[in-house]
């Protein structure tokens, strides 16, 4: 194994392969940071240009893309508030929270290196883990994903810290947002008044885009007139992390790394559920809980390591299974078949030294992001520096964009533009947004994997308890519910 | 804080209400689902968010300024009460969906470089190289997003 993958290192570190790689993270880091651009649409983009390429040159810039994509979504979500991606959603949370602490440099190293972390961490188990981890993945059903949903739900309690009920209202309408369109199971038209535009639902880009940086801006609008509004960019803002604080954030990194290396080897969990799932761990095993949500390093190592570990993760069932474990690796599926390759068991042994070149252009690739990331920095901490009438007007227009570039559709502007005021508005009441969206991702996989369990198994509920991961998983629903209550009362008794 | 609380009860009140109705008007399918059927999930939230609704309407708000934290700066009601100014955001929003109507026939770089314009001028901005940020901000994000990026942005009829 290891010549193969020092065969890769050496194939990546040719004259031919190592610029693609550059040239591939940038790109997806600035496909990332652009609200709306994904990181899968930036692989999807990319798709027809590989064609005609070579097929280590090919995987090596769409996996290139992938990474940096991951993490450039985080940019945007502590500098603006506006996740480029649903994955950084969490980590909106307490990064922005740092910005408006004037520690944007931290909050950008620490993402940079998490980042790096989970998704190096995350390479390494798919180099040396990848038969047992997929046969982990092969062992959920619906049963098993409705308890991974509901597990995730539980997180809605942990980033309603200021009112539980308010938050559990928030992530109730997510979920009613959710059961828009046609049924999962009956392709029953549901809350669609007769609208075509609304078969398929609500895409998840369009609301994310409304929810947080339409809102975002909206507020800005009203701080405008306040006289004291906060100066957000000086010298400070640049500095990056210390090493104290990187010996500080290191567990946490490398535990959410591996915790998003399995979540996303399970197919359908993506990296936006891996990010509320180690963000909510961090928080649960942390010392001060109660500080989360303030600006914490750990509330943005945590969900960016998880949703870079997914970078690798979500590989797995595909190389070894030929399953996509994301939309991603769907893509990474098409471009592995036209270049004439058929995803399996037999892939190691038919295509070993491409394998292990694709294994060792990742863990470049993470290289690569790391360094772009911690010398961006100095630049992407300039966006500070921009006159805040012009940051509205840009978040606002680039919000448009967004919007309409996932299906080329003005209906998707205009949900976002609806989603903007329900986001202003519920901000305004004090109602969180964090599980509005937590919901959105995870409604559809709570409720068509729920049903799915009821029909296999008749009708009867036992799946609940006769089934040991999902007994697992709705323990540690249970847990981390009582543990985020417990957390809160501390709070409000002190 | 206690009113807005129970003007949220209200109206998330109304909304599961609505909810339940809808559902009932849900037909059964050829699709033999167990005994759930497309109207279970909908009905299950809607009668948890009654439920929760009714808990908030009687809740007393208990935070105190110096307990707040967190998360909820996203949402930090002493800085963001609801009465303040709501007027710009309401005509931006107006603004927006007027933009978004016109973008078919206007195309982007036209259509974007006006509103963000009359955004500009509505944020009373003062400074001219602002007005002419936009209007390059506008061509340069089009011929990004429609020549690097395949998105299809509209043209616009007039162009």
């Known amino acids: ?494 | 804080m206690k009113r807005t609380n129970r003007v949220v009860a209200v109206v998330f009140a109304l909304l599961s209400i609505g909810v339940l109705y809808v559902t009932t008007t849900f037909r059964a399918t050829l699709i033999i689902d167990a005994y759930l059927g497309a109207g279970f999930f909908p009905r299950a939230i809607a009668v948890l968010m009654l439920v929760f609704a009714v808990v908030l309407w009687f809740m007393e708000p208990r935070v105190r300024p110096e307990t707040l934290t967190a998360n909820d700066s996203e949402s930090d009601g002493e800085k963001y009460s609801l009465l303040t100014d709501m007027r710009a955001p309401l005509i931006t929003t107006i603004l927006l969906i007027v933009y978004a109507s016109a973008l078919p026939y206007l195309g982007f770089p036209f259509a974007t470089s006006l509103s963000f314009i009359a955004l500009l001028a509505l944020l009373q901005s003062r400074v001219w190289w602002h007005y002419l940020f936009a209007i390059a901000f506008s061509v340069v994000l089009f011929y990004v997003f429609y020549d690097l990026f395949r998105v299809r942005l509209p043209r616009g009829v007039l162009f």
């Not at chain 1, 990056?240 to 959410?256: C, D, G, N, Q």
């Not at chain 1, 197919?267 to 559920?273: E, V, Y």
């Not at chain 1, 990474?332 to 995803?343: E, Y």
């Not at chain 1, 949900?415 to 964090?434: C, E, H, N, Q, T």
């Open chain 1, 1 to 494: 194994m290891l010549a193969l993958l020092l065969d890769g290192f050496r194939v990546v570190f040719s004259v031919s392969i190592f610029p693609l790689i550059v040239m591939a993270v940038a790109g997806g880091i600035v496909i990332g940071s652009l609200p709306g651009l994904t990181a899968t649409m930036g692989v999807a983009v990319l798709l027809p240009f590989t064609f005609g390429m070579e097929s280590t040159a090919a995987l090596v810039m769409l996996v290139g893309v992938y990474i940096g994509g991951i993490y450039g979504g985080s940019i945007a979500a502590i500098l603006l508030r506006t996740p480029g991606t649903p994955a950084a959603a969490a980590t909106v949370m307490d990064g922005h929270e740092l910005v408006l602490k004037g520690e944007a440099g931290k909050a950008l190293s620490v993402s940079a290196v998490s980042s790096f972390i989970g998704g190096f961490i995350s390479t390494i188990m798919l180099i040396t883990l990848s038969p047992m981890l997929a046969r982990f993945a092969l062992r959920f059903s619906a049963p098993e994903y409705f308890g991974l949903a509901v597990f995730g739900l539980t997180i809605i309690a942990s980033v309603s810290a200021r009112n539980l009920i308010k938050g559990f209202l928030g992530g109730l309408f997510g979920l009613l947002i959710a059961t828009v369109g046609l049924d999962p199971v009956t392709s029953y038209p549901r809350f669609t008044f007769g609208t075509i535009n609304l078969l398929q639902g609500f895409n998840i880009i369009p609301v994310l885009i409304g929810l947080f940086a339409i809102s975002e801006a909206f507020v800005q609008m009203e701080t405008l007139r306040q006289a004291h509004s906060k100066v957000l960019s000086d010298a400070s803002t640049r500095r990056l992390m210390s090493i104290r604080e990187f010996i500080r954030v290191l567990p946490t990194a490398i535990k959410s790394g591996i915790m998003g290396t399995f979540i996303g080897s399970i197919p359908g969990a993506g990296a936006d559920i891996a990010a509320f799932v180690t963000y909510n761990e961090a928080r649960r095993s942390s010392k001060t809980p109660e500080k989360f949500g303030q600006g914490v390093l750990e509330g943005v190592a945590a969900p960016e390591a998880g949703n870079n570990g997914v970078t690798g993760g979500a590989l797995v069932p595909l190389l070894t299974l030929g399953v996509p474990g994301d939309a991603v690796a769907a893509v990474l599926l098409g471009a592995l078949i036209i270049q004439g390759l058929a995803p399996g068991p037999l892939l190691f042994a038919r295509s070993a030294p491409l394998v292990y070149g694709l294994f060792a252009s990742m863990l470049v690739a993470n290289v690569v992001m790391l360094f772009l990331g911690i010398v961006g920095i100095r630049f992407y901490t300039r966006v500070l520096q921009v006159p805040k009438r012009l940051i509205i007007g840009i978040i606002v227009f680039l919000s448009m964009v967004g919007a309409f570039a996932m299906n080329n559709s003005i209906f998707d502007i205009h949900v976002a533009i609806g989603f903007g005021v329900i986001g202003y508005l519920m901000r305004k009441v004090d109602i969180p947004l964090s599980p509005i969206v937590l919901a959105i991702i995870l409604g559809p996989m709570a409720e068509s994997n729920l049903r799915r369990a009821i029909q296999m198994y008749q009708g009867s509920w036992s799946f609940l308890y006769t089934r040991p991961i999902t007994i697992a998983f709705l323990a540690l629903a249970v847990f981390s519910l009582v543990t985020a209550v417990g957390v809160k009362r501390r709070k409000s008794s002190n």
